[in-house]
């Protein structure tokens, strides 16, 4: 997870620019996915604060990520922007807020490098309030027979250059978090590879 702070904290400055390519594609998801969040919403893995822009007008904002120095770019962007942001550094798998804290959690593109993705499910679960809304952007292993077997083959180079997994299967970490079928509603783009999740935080033991 160190390996994962300092090489974010090493890109942060570039960040942007590296994604610039493929932005255009995702900013029309980002803003599909952000325009359903309201109330006190947590963002886990702000980065450099790419989604803040497409917040509805009434969201108040906490976001949250390992690196520092994405948070630094994260208060810019949001100290430009209408949502004002409360950021703090802290990791996924151990969120640092009481349980039921939030109406919506956010997450985009940042499951692929949680080390447990499983345990930090369990977090946003935790601190995501009964019947809240979790919205997830994330890249995906393809149920595409040839094309995921080739991101099995991939990913060992993918985590060691970039400390990306490519070969997540996020339904079933979902699901192994304690997440139920019905509560979760999975939209594909580009191929089946990334993908919107909406997932209903029914809380069975309430
Ligand atoms: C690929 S970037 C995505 C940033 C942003 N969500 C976006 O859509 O542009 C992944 C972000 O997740 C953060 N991250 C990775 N592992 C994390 C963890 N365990 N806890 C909190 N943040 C984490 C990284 O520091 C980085 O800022």
Redesign the pocket.
Known sequence: ?NR??KR?NRISGVYDCL?WPVETLFSKWRKKLLKEASGETLE?????G??IPYYPEGVVLTG????EN?INKAHKRSNKSSIPAHLRV????HLQFGDNSFDTVV????FC???DPVQ?LQEIMRVCRNDGKILMMEHVRSDHKVMGRIMDVLNPVSRSILGDNMNRRMYLNMLEAGFKEENIEVENFWFDIVRHFRIRNIKHDI
Request: zero cysteines.
């Open positions: 997870m994962t702070k974010y994604q886990v893995g702000i980065g450099t790419k989604n949250i990520d390992l690196s994405m802290m990791d996924a798998q997450t985009s593109f940042v490098t949680v080390p930090g």
